[in-house]
């Protein structure tokens, strides 16, 4: 009697995690389609039908079908993660690293429909292989040795290695920017453009490796990290639209691999992103907003991201001023990231999803308008 509740409950769970899926597919599409009815009065320049909804629904088709060959192959050659949070025992054995299907698709989409001729789209995308490797290395060093991956110091000194080299590859190379200057960040009036100089490279090194972080962070519920990626992406498509266009493809499809990976990543998970993906989808969002300059934006569609990488920070940092001071830790959250502290609190693993998703939709129109209204 007990187990057969116990199967209804879980069934139902999983229904909920269907349904967030579709509601996110249902806006996205919604979204992208509308963007392409008016990308003329954006862009101000004829582009090609269905400009962000191909390369988008491409990725999508291409990840859910290839997801279904993936996903029994990663089980045979016993790529699991190692899940550590006892509320998650059911996930023990789960494959991991879904990142080096779904991610390497998202990329090929958008060189293939620019024909590989964007720098800023081959430029972005380099940046996001580069994450994608750092996350490689952490997963099978989890793997193969049992361990927790690379140490943080070392994975932390690699990210910051590949933003320096970002920001000198954005430095020496001729893309498109924002009123054809480079080191412009455009911000909403009354602040208007904003030059920063020699400070730009140190803004984009530190974005890609924030993001980077926020993203793994946020990686630790079924489709929560693929889903607002995915609507993050969507976001970005529409701001870096009147500034380069390509850059919008990459983006759209980059969405588009996000949400095809839900098809085997929403509640209850059959595979892991792990830092494969959750490393390379944040290192790709900052190059998008590197390479036009909109951090802003950035900052607003990526706003669960963020408050996911507060909730670390906030948590560490009070936790060790209140035991330097009061020789005994405080704190703030039940548990960082913030997901875990909502999970504490009873709050179901679906619901905490399916309310991200809606804050986050809500978030990329914010962050679109104050993107077009500042290009």
Known sequence: MLTWVFLEHSACRTIHGFWNNVGLMLFSIFVLLLVDQCAWRIVRLPLAPFHLMRPFLISVVSVSCVGYICVPLFRMFKLRSIVRNRRHSSKRGTPTMGGLYFVPIGLLVA??????????????????????????????MGIGYKKDGLPVWIRVLLEIAIGAWFSYWLWTTKISTPY????????????????????????????????ANGVNFTDGLDGLAAGTAALAFIGMSIVVL??????????????????????????????????????????????????????????????????????????VFV??????????????????????????CGVKEPVIVGVAYLIASVLILCAAYVGLSSA
Do not use: W
């Open 319 to 344: 936790f060790q001023a209140a035991k330097l001071f009061r020789r005994r830790g405080y704190m703030v959250f039940r548990m960082a990231p913030f997901h875990h502290h909502l999970e504490l």
């Open 111 to 140: 060189e293939a429909v620019l024909h590989f001729s964007s720098i800023e789209v081959s430029g972005a995308a380099a940046a996001t292989l580069a994450f994608a490797a750092i996350g490689l290395l952490d997963d099978f």
């Open 242 to 315: 009147p500034i380069c266009s390509d850059l919008s493809i990459f983006g759209a499809s980059m969405a588009g691999a996000c949400v095809g990976f839900l098809f085997q990543n929403q509640y209850k998970a059959s595979i892991f992103m792990g830092d494969t993906g959750s490393l390379a989808l944040g290192g790709a969002l900052a190059a998008m907003a590197s390479c036009t300059g909109m951090f802003f934006p950035l900052f607003i569609s990526s706003g669960i991201f963020v408050l996911e990488a507060l909730s670390v920070i906030i948590q």
């Open 180 to 211: 054809n200057m480079k080191t412009v960040v455009p911000l909403p009036a009354p602040l208007g453009r904003v030059c920063l100089g020699k400070l730009y490279p140190v803004l984009t090194s530190f974005c890609l490796v924030s993001m």
